[in-house]
């Protein structure tokens, strides 16, 4: 069965420092790869999805960017952290149909 | 522009009694709707989905009913459970670009009484 890793479960970084956060599935083969962000009292907004490696597409114009240098690699990364950054950042991947996901664990981060 | 939207942010509901979601959405390229449970600090969950060629779907205590024309998704639990205290993401889906769009809504708390 698919399994969705991601770390860290929480992190608190400060305004302006950089950012890595990391997904890994088992269990599958050349998965779509999806990065959501859940800010306080918002839904799921879909920043980047992946259907390959080194393949990236971004949703939303932000201070974000994705990478996946392996097939089940998916990694969110940003330069400098703004406080609008904060939130629940979600990985998923297409589940055994293509409209249905499923979800990592997921990462809170606190920018202060 | 909120083309998923779920205008209740909370619900209570009494242990046994019919819970009741709702859903509304703007984009007519929308071909299939999904109803996600989330608990805090988990991931969303896959709990329910209906293709637009059908108006109703079922699964165990779960139902959603879809009115195209009103471009109206609904989810019912019966009976409610406590353990259904969650938050409900709905969710709607269509091909774009070689890969499955999928648009979630803000969510709605639901609580089950005991």
């Known amino acids: 069965s698919q399994t969705i890793h991601q770390w860290p479960a929480t992190l608190v970084q400060p305004v302006g420092s950089p950012l890595s956060l990391e997904c890994t599935v088992e269990g599958t083969s050349n998965p779509n790869l999806y990065w959501y962000r859940q800010a306080a009292g918002r839904g799921l907004q879909l920043l980047f999805y992946s259907v390959g490696i080194g393949q990236i597409s971004s949703e939303v114009p932000q201070n974000l960017s994705a990478s996946r240098p392996q097939d089940r690699q998916f990694i969110l990364s940003s330069k400098k952290l703004l406080l609008s950054d904060s939130g629940f950042y979600l990985c998923?991947?297409?589940?055994?149909?293509?409209?249905?996901?499923?979800f990592g664990p997921g990462t809170r981060l606190t920018v202060t | 522009d909120q083309q998923v939207k779920q205008n209740s942010p909370s619900l209570s509901v009494q242990e046994g009694r019919i819970s009741i979601l709702n859903c509304d959405y703007t984009n007519s390229m929308f071909d299939y709707f999904l109803w996600y449970k989330k608990y805090p600090a988990e991931g969303p969950t896959f709990l329910i989905s209906?293709?637009?060629?059908?108006d109703k779907n079922e699964d165990g205590r779960f139902t959603v009913f879809l009115n195209k024309s009103a471009k109206h998704l609904s989810l019912h639990i019966v009976p409610s459970q406590p353990g259904d205290s969650a938050v409900y993401f709905c969710?709607?889906?269509?091909?774009?670009?070689?890969?499955?769009?999928?648009?979630f809504g803000t969510g709605t708390k639901l609580q089950v009484i005991p």
């Open positions: 209906i293709s637009s060629i059908k």
């Open positions: 998923a991947l297409t589940g055994l149909t293509p409209y249905e996901q499923y």
């Open positions: 969710a709607a889906s269509y091909l774009s670009g070689g890969y499955q769009k999928v648009t």
